[in-house]
């Protein structure tokens, strides 16, 4: 459970480089997920995983707000309670991220970092518990994004054209650090979307650089195939389990 909003973030992070389509991302969205992980060969809901959008206007600016956050549900807060929040405030229509924010407790961890986006630099500012603030700046490319734009970035992106095993290569920052990721289309399937009803989907399997994904093929996603693109399932495997989040609402999308 402790990487699962990662995982999800990872799962949306590969669509920077295809094709756009006429899809933009509107303010007063939500999509509400069941988190569920493999316990005793039983998979069972443990978190609630929320991701929505609103306007910000500032003096100089208007960014569209995304945000992800995990929860655990309350009866398992005893067995490990984890409240993790990812915002990205970005351009409405570009999704370029200006400013990223993570603020993580789990199990009583906790970690918060801010970065600043200003071209290909970031600068960034983190802070671990009984740790002191530590600040750094680095490099990314051009087309890299913070995880939580890429999440929303995934639905403008057109899918129609990719053949069954095409792959894809993208960078993504974490950790302050970036991320190599590969990305395989696997066609199309039909499944349940919670208050949409069954719908039919992309399915696409993802693989990266980095120890929080575990197997071939075996970290999968199902976005609707529409101008939508609305995640409905993801099925994870990591170093200790495995798990998926079930799409449970959808609304204002």
């Known amino acids: 459970m402790k990487k699962l909003l990662f995982v999800l973030c990872l799962f949306f992070a590969f669509c920077s480089f295809t094709k756009v389509s006429s899809q933009t991302i509107k303010s007063g969205e939500k999509l509400v997920f069941a988190g569920s992980y493999n316990m005793s060969g039983l998979m069972t809901q443990l978190a609630q995983v929320t991701m929505s959008t ?12 995304l945000s992800c956050e995990l929860s ?7 067995f490990f309670k984890i409240r993790d929040l990812y915002e990205s405030y970005v351009n409405p229509t570009t999704l370029k991220p200006s400013l990223y924010k993570r603020n993580i407790d789990e199990g009583g961890w906790t970690k918060k970092e801010k970065y600043v986006f200003k071209g290909n630099t970031v600068n960034s500012t983190s802070k671990k518990r009984n740790r002191p603030e530590t600040q750094n700046t680095f490099s990314i490319g051009g087309s890299t994004q913070d995880v939580i734009s890429l999440l929303y970035k995934v639905r403008t992106m057109d899918f129609s054209k990719f053949k069954v095993g095409q792959t894809q290569s993208l960078m993504i920052v974490f950790d302050e ?4 990721v590969t990305l395989k289309y696997m066609g ?3 499944v349940s979307a919670g208050n949409l009803g069954n719908k039919e989907c992309y399915r696409l399997s993802i693989g990266a650089k980095t120890d929080a994904l575990k197997g071939k093929d075996k970290n999968l996603i199902w976005l609707t195939a ?3 693109k609305v995640p409905t399932l993801l099925k994870f495997s990591i170093p200790v389990g495995t798990g998926k989040l079930t799409l449970t609402s959808a609304t204002g999308i």
């Open 54 to 65: 609103e306007n910000v206007t500032t003096a100089k600016n208007t960014y569209l707000h």
């Open 188 to 190: 199309k399937e039909t």
């Open 226 to 228: 529409d101008n939508k």
């Open 72 to 78: 655990t549900y309350s009866k398992w807060d005893s």
């Open 177 to 180: 650090k970036q991320i190599p």
